[in-house]
């Protein structure tokens, strides 16, 4: 009994000098896991290294889209068709972190909407409208989809397709359209970047809290969501019919380059997979990460090793992608079974990330903080 | 025996004690109702979600789109009207009907602490806590009393006893005692918490909260009744609910306990508080010492006792319902709400609804954030009752909107304190084929593990 109330008088006393300040960090000691280092490491070695890599090809694009615009030709379409593969690429690798400025600005939603609004970006076109980009209801008529429609998609060959640039009826409204979409990815990135490299990268890392506002538990919702909203449901999902009950093929992303569209889920699911282990992003070395932190709380658990199961998990998925033909509009057309066998296999890591993953961490799915019991 | 129970309805006591709890419980009401509304959770909870949750036979219970402020706002004007004792008896009554209304709108919100308040509401109907200290009693004279029945007092703190001694048996068991779960998760989570942060990562810290919670819950009761223990007592209280209350977000609730356990102490504290009440607000207090002693006449005693014993043997052994059920309590939650099962879990899961036209076997699945929010759909996905009534709900939007010959079918896994999570309900069963009812559910599958103890 006296060591009873000697333990409860002891815990007061941490207690009486405790708040419940939500934005308090600490330095962990010797024997905690470091999520400051860890969130470092995120800011550091993976975010602002992947931005910046996206801001030097989204100005590539610009510059080659600008030199299109000058002289449609096909040296020059071929210039920009690659430099614009390179750069829908490089998104996939920041696609994740729709986090503080980006999170502003809703930025995924400006750059990578799809299906693309074909008809809507034509009319406005054909009626001599200059678009506004920053209406969040043009959302479905810019960004990468769009970008895809007019490099691929206004007409059917690429001699047409030039023509539509160079002596087309509307050929200066294509070209400025053009001109404004590629224009607003490298805006809109450059000020993500100039963000995270002023403020808020020492934010970000800062937020230690285990609050829902802390860096680490929204990162990993953001993580989370990516994974299943877009990568599972967004890429493979949708367009296999999992959520209508029929294909969708219009659904796929680089509808009007279909053959593309396999590299650009597999960049993506890659990219998700070597956050999960803390890759940095020149792949030089691997830091503190959701792979590391699972391993230390089950130290303390003693549970299953949640992280192999993960890991295996994304192998599983990436070799039953691999088994896809480049074109998923083709496969969503005649082998869904095996675009169905591909979202299985994601739907299994889901369950494992958004389940398991986020119970060990202790971090909840919903953002709406209120009591419990 | 019988002489002594009328013995015993005939002691009488200091009316202090049940004026104080009345005007803190009217005052720790007003204060939830109003940070409830500050942090705009009437929006998110009831007015925003299209689909609620009901329980089983209080279907009809809805909110009222945005007339359920108006809802809030009767329970707010009842619980100042309580605290400060106008019109008492109707003023607990309206209390206990809103805010009862409102926690039956959407179990999705469903807390013990809130289950909680509206019994205790509901014994306070019956107790006469505006006999003293009250604006009943200062402009009625005729109505004001300084000694009270002694039961009244002891039906509170008997009430608070069943909460705590319950809530220290539910920890019986083999996770809580001898797996440390599921304070082993969450402790840890909170590594930010100063002074304490690295504490929380130890394991003997984990096996340490474990049982000293399973011990204060057993003994507080008994330690506050005994009067050399009670000032110690009432000193763990408030270390006990301030740490939760730092470790966890568990709101108002801490606070209620502290003040409702003053009803412990004898009515020498309590006069002492009610003179500084005066004080502070220039109220005389001498006008209520008039030595009068409430006494209730017989008939109205009897139907009191009727009342009391039924209340308490209701609550007494509706925590033990989940015996009847075969499988494992917290793997199934068949008989786990109203019996004061605190913290006991960590449980998450994850449910996918797929619709299929039983002729020709097209199908396809949910998208759950169209019907729910992500509160409601993270606690839908590990309660089966939830799983049944929402898939019920699926299935008539569905065929309202033209699908023929629709099944409803469900892939859903859960993970239980940590275990790695499993297929939880059975994903060959048409849940519209199967009614809610309170018999055992066989459309859950049997949980991989054993949970020994009560």
């Given at each position: 009994?006296?060591?009873?109330?000697?333990?409860?008088?002891?815990?007061?006393?941490?207690?009486?000098?405790?708040?419940?300040?939500?934005?308090?960090?600490?330095?962990?000691?010797?024997?905690?896991?470091?999520?400051?280092?860890?969130?470092?490491?995120?800011?550091?070695?993976?975010?602002?290294?992947?931005?910046?890599?996206?801001?030097?090809?989204?100005?590539?694009?610009?510059?080659?889209?600008?030199?299109?615009?000058?002289?449609?030709?096909?040296?020059?379409?071929?210039?920009?068709?690659?430099?614009?593969?390179?750069?829908?690429?490089?998104?996939?690798?920041?696609?994740?972190?729709?986090?503080?400025?980006?999170?502003?600005?809703?930025?995924?939603?400006?750059?990578?909407?799809?299906?693309?609004?074909?008809?809507?970006?034509?009319?406005?076109?054909?009626?001599?409208?200059?678009?506004?980009?920053?209406?969040?209801?043009?959302?479905?008529?810019?960004?990468?989809?769009?970008?895809?429609?007019?490099?691929?998609?206004?007409?059917?060959?690429?001699?047409?397709?030039?023509?539509?640039?160079?002596?087309?009826?509307?050929?200066?409204?294509?070209?400025?359209?053009?001109?404004?979409?590629?224009?607003?990815?490298?805006?809109?990135?450059?000020?993500?970047?100039?963000?995270?490299?002023?403020?808020?990268?020492?934010?970000?890392?800062?937020?230690?809290?285990?609050?829902?506002?802390?860096?680490?538990?929204?990162?990993?919702?953001?993580?989370?969501?990516?994974?299943?909203?877009?990568?599972?449901?967004?890429?493979?999902?949708?367009?296999?019919?999992?959520?209508?009950?029929?294909?969708?093929?219009?659904?796929?992303?680089?509808?009007?380059?279909?053959?593309?569209?396999?590299?650009?889920?597999?960049k993506s699911l890659n990219s998700s997979k070597n956050f999960f282990k803390g890759l940095s992003f020149d792949q030089s070395t691997t830091g503190l990460s959701f792979e590391s932190y699972?391993?230390?709380?089950?130290?303390?658990?003693?549970?299953?090793?949640?992280?192999?199961?993960?890991?295996?998990?994304?192998?599983?998925?990436?070799?039953?992608?691999?088994?896809?033909?480049?074109?998923?509009?083709?496969?969503?057309?005649?082998?869904?079974?095996?675009?169905?066998?591909?979202?299985?296999?994601?739907?299994?890591?889901?369950?494992?990330?958004?389940?398991?993953?986020?119970?060990?961490?202790?971090?909840?799915?919903?953002?709406?903080?209120?009591?419990?019991? | 025996?019988?002489?002594?129970?009328?013995?015993?309805?005939?002691?009488?006591?200091?009316?202090?004690?049940?004026?104080?709890?009345?005007?803190?419980?009217?005052?720790?009401?007003?204060?939830?109702?109003?940070?409830?509304?500050?942090?705009?959770?009437?929006?998110?909870?009831?007015?925003?979600?299209?689909?609620?949750?009901?329980?089983?036979?209080?279907?009809?219970?809805?909110?009222?789109?945005?007339?359920?402020?108006?809802?809030?706002?009767?329970?707010?004007?009842?619980?100042?009207?309580?605290?400060?004792?106008?019109?008492?008896?109707?003023?607990?009554?309206?209390?206990?009907?809103?805010?009862?209304?409102?926690?039956?709108?959407?179990?999705?919100?469903?807390?013990?602490?809130?289950?909680?308040?509206?019994?205790?509401?509901?014994?306070?109907?019956?107790?006469?806590?505006?006999?003293?200290?009250?604006?009943?009693?200062?402009?009625?004279?005729?109505?004001?009393?300084?000694?009270?029945?002694?039961?009244?007092?002891?039906?509170?703190?008997?009430?608070?006893?069943?909460?705590?001694?319950?809530?220290?048996?539910?920890?019986?068991?083999?996770?809580?005692?001898?797996?440390?779960?599921?304070?082993?998760?969450?402790?840890?989570?909170?590594?930010?918490?100063?002074?304490?942060?690295?504490?929380?990562?130890?394991?003997?810290?984990?096996?340490?909260?474990?049982?000293?919670?399973?011990?204060?819950?057993?003994?507080?009761?008994?330690?506050?009744?005994?009067?050399?223990?009670?000032?110690?007592?009432?000193?763990?209280?408030?270390?006990?609910?301030?740490?939760?209350?730092?470790?966890?977000?568990?709101?108002?609730?801490?606070?209620?306990?502290?003040?409702?356990?003053?009803?412990?102490?004898?009515?020498?504290?309590?006069?002492?508080?009610?003179?500084?009440?005066?004080?502070?607000?220039?109220?005389?207090?001498?006008?209520?010492?008039?030595?009068?002693?409430?006494?209730?006449?017989?008939?109205?005693?009897?139907?009191?006792?009727?009342?009391?014993?039924?209340?308490?043997?209701?609550?007494?052994?509706?925590?033990?319902?989940?015996?009847?059920?075969?499988?494992?309590?917290?793997?199934?939650?068949?008989?786990?709400?109203?019996?004061?099962?605190?913290?006991?879990?960590?449980?998450?899961?994850?449910?996918?609804?797929?619709?299929?036209?039983?002729?020709?076997?097209?199908?396809?699945?949910?998208?759950?954030?169209?019907?729910?929010?992500?509160?409601?759909?993270?606690?839908?996905?590990?309660?089966?009752?939830?799983?049944?009534?929402?898939?019920?709900?699926?299935?008539?939007?569905?065929?309202?909107?033209?699908?023929?010959?629709?099944?409803?079918?469900?892939?859903?896994?859960?993970?239980?304190?940590?275990?790695?999570?499993?297929?939880?309900?059975?994903?060959?069963?048409?849940?519209?084929?199967?009614?809610?009812?309170?018999?055992?559910?066989?459309?859950?599958?049997?949980?991989?593990?054993?949970?020994?103890?009560?």
């Amino acid at each position: 009994m006296k060591k009873f109330i000697l333990l409860f008088v002891s815990l007061s006393l941490f207690v009486v000098s405790c708040s419940d300040d939500d934005s308090s960090s600490t330095t962990a000691g010797d024997d905690a896991f470091d999520r400051k280092e860890m969130l470092t490491h995120w800011a550091d070695h993976i975010i602002v290294p992947a931005y910046t890599n996206f801001v030097a090809s989204s100005t590539t694009l610009d510059a080659s889209t600008q030199t299109f615009i000058e002289t449609p030709n096909e040296a020059n379409l071929v210039q920009l068709r690659e430099d614009y593969q390179k750069a829908y690429l490089d998104f996939q690798t920041i696609s994740i972190f729709e986090i503080g400025p980006a999170e502003t600005i809703g930025f995924r939603g400006f750059v990578n909407t799809y299906p693309t609004n074909a008809t809507a970006i034509t009319q406005l076109i054909e009626n001599y409208e200059t678009p506004n980009l920053e209406l969040p209801s043009s959302r479905a008529a810019q960004g990468f989809p769009a970008l895809d429609y007019f490099l691929y998609g206004v007409a059917d060959n690429d001699n047409s397709i030039i023509e539509t640039y160079s002596t087309g009826n509307f050929a200066n409204g294509y070209k400025t359209y053009l001109g404004l979409v590629s224009k607003r990815i490298k805006d809109l990135s450059t000020l993500i970047l100039n963000d995270w490299n002023n403020e808020y990268r020492d934010n970000f890392v800062a937020n230690t809290s285990s609050s829902s506002t802390g860096s680490v538990d929204m990162l990993a919702n953001d993580f989370i969501i990516h994974f299943e909203k877009f990568i599972r449901s967004g890429k493979v999902g949708i367009p296999a019919g999992v959520f209508s009950g029929n294909v969708e093929p219009q659904t796929i992303e680089s509808y009007y380059q279909p053959s593309f569209s396999k590299s650009l889920l597999e960049k993506s699911l890659n990219s998700s997979k070597n956050f999960f282990k803390g890759l940095s992003f020149d792949q030089s070395t691997t830091g503190l990460s959701f792979e590391s932190y699972l391993d230390y709380l089950n130290s303390i658990k003693e549970g299953e090793d949640l992280s192999t199961l993960i890991l295996n998990q994304y192998e599983d998925s990436a070799s039953k992608i691999g088994l896809l033909n480049d074109n998923l509009l083709q496969e969503v057309e005649n082998n869904n079974s095996k675009m169905l066998t591909a979202y299985d296999s994601m739907q299994a890591n889901v369950i494992l990330l958004k389940i398991d993953m986020l119970q060990a961490l202790s971090i909840s799915v919903d953002y709406v903080d209120t009591d419990g019991d | 025996m019988l002489i002594k129970i009328k013995h015993y309805f005939k002691k009488n006591t200091d009316a202090a004690p049940l004026a104080v709890f009345r005007i803190f419980f009217g005052l720790m009401m007003s204060l939830s109702i109003v940070r409830f509304w500050a942090n705009g959770w009437i929006d998110k909870l009831y007015v925003q979600p299209k689909f609620f949750f009901s329980y089983y036979g209080f279907e009809w219970v809805k909110p009222l789109g945005i007339y359920t402020y108006f809802i809030f706002l009767i329970a707010l004007i009842s619980a100042i009207a309580i605290m400060i004792g106008y019109r008492y008896k109707w003023s607990i009554l309206i209390f206990f009907l809103s805010f009862t209304y409102i926690e039956l709108m959407d179990k999705t919100t469903y807390l013990n602490h809130y289950y909680f308040i509206s019994i205790l509401s509901f014994l306070m109907i019956f107790l006469p806590a505006s006999a003293h200290y009250s604006i009943d009693a200062y402009l009625n004279p005729r109505k004001a009393y300084q000694k009270i029945p002694k039961w009244c007092i002891h039906s509170i703190q008997l009430l608070m006893s069943i909460v705590y001694v319950y809530a220290g048996l539910a920890k019986l068991n083999s996770d809580w005692l001898l797996e440390a779960m599921p304070l082993k998760i969450w402790l840890p989570s909170k590594y930010d918490i100063p002074l304490l942060g690295d504490f929380l990562q130890q394991t003997w810290v984990h096996y340490g909260f474990s049982w000293l919670g399973m011990m204060y819950d057993l003994s507080i009761p008994f330690l506050l009744l005994y009067r050399p223990t009670r000032k110690v007592a009432f000193f763990m209280v408030i270390v006990f609910h301030v740490l939760t209350r730092v470790l966890f977000p568990i709101g108002m609730f801490p606070f209620i306990m502290i003040v409702s356990a003053t009803i412990f102490f004898d009515a020498k504290v309590h006069r002492q508080i009610l003179k500084i009440i005066s004080k502070v607000f220039k109220i005389s207090y001498h006008r209520f010492q008039n030595h009068k002693t409430l006494v209730f006449s017989s008939k109205k005693n009897s139907l009191l006792t009727f009342v009391l014993v039924l209340f308490f043997t209701i609550q007494l052994f509706l925590p033990w319902r989940y015996l009847a059920y075969p499988n494992e309590l917290f793997w199934t939650e068949e008989g786990f709400r109203f019996s004061w099962r605190v913290m006991l879990m960590e449980k998450a899961g994850y449910a996918q609804f797929k619709i299929v036209d039983a002729q020709t076997q097209k199908r396809f699945y949910v998208d759950n954030s169209d019907f729910l929010t992500p509160y409601q759909e993270k606690q839908m996905s590990f309660q089966p009752d939830f799983i049944l009534e929402y898939a019920h709900f699926l299935g008539s939007h569905f065929e309202k909107q033209g699908h023929k010959n629709v099944e409803v079918y469900v892939e859903s896994y859960v993970a239980l304190n940590g275990r790695r999570s499993q297929p939880y309900i059975d994903p060959t069963v048409d849940l519209l084929q199967i009614k809610e009812s309170f018999i055992p559910k066989t459309f859950i599958l049997p949980f991989y593990d054993q949970i020994k103890g009560l």
